[in-house]
């Protein structure tokens, strides 16, 4: 079992920052990834990373403005957001991949979190 607890949602304008958190726990994991879903729309795909940290994937949509990173010390997953707009307003989610390389599809991940709110507002 995989435990997923992420933190760091809430209200920005448009242009902020935001840090998410994903606090992992129980088995681990090859590998993590943070999908967002907006109202009416299917879950997507945001970034994944590698357990070691070594190794990173994007969408297209968040490459320069997002990053993903993994703190060892700590377990935990982040997602660091900047230059916010409008249109990333989502429940985000932390999932987890106990084994194979990083997976951008849904049904690839064995864990998830329960999801953490972020709206940006314009």
């Known amino acids: 079992q995989v435990q997923l607890v992420e933190s760091g949602g809430g209200l920005v304008q448009a242009g902020g920052s935001l840090r998410l958190s994903c606090a992992a726990s129980?088995?681990?994991?090859?590998?993590y990834g943070w999908f967002r879903q907006a109202p009416g729309k299917d879950r997507e795909f945001v970034a994944a990373?590698?357990?070691?940290?070594?190794?990173?994937y994007y969408a297209d949509f968040v490459k320069g403005r997002f990053t993903i990173s993994r703190d060892g010390t700590r377990n935990t997953v982040n997602l660091q957001m900047n230059s916010l707009k409008p249109e990333d307003t989502a429940v985000y989610y932390c999932?987890?991949?106990?084994?194979?390389?990083?997976?951008?599809?849904?049904?690839?991940?064995?864990?998830w979190g329960q999801g953490t709110q972020v709206t940006v507002s314009s």
């Open positions: 990373i590698n357990w070691s940290g070594t190794n990173t």
């Open positions: 129980g088995r681990t994991s090859s590998s």
């Open positions: 999932a987890a991949r106990l084994g194979g390389r990083l997976a951008v599809i849904t049904t690839q991940y064995d864990y």
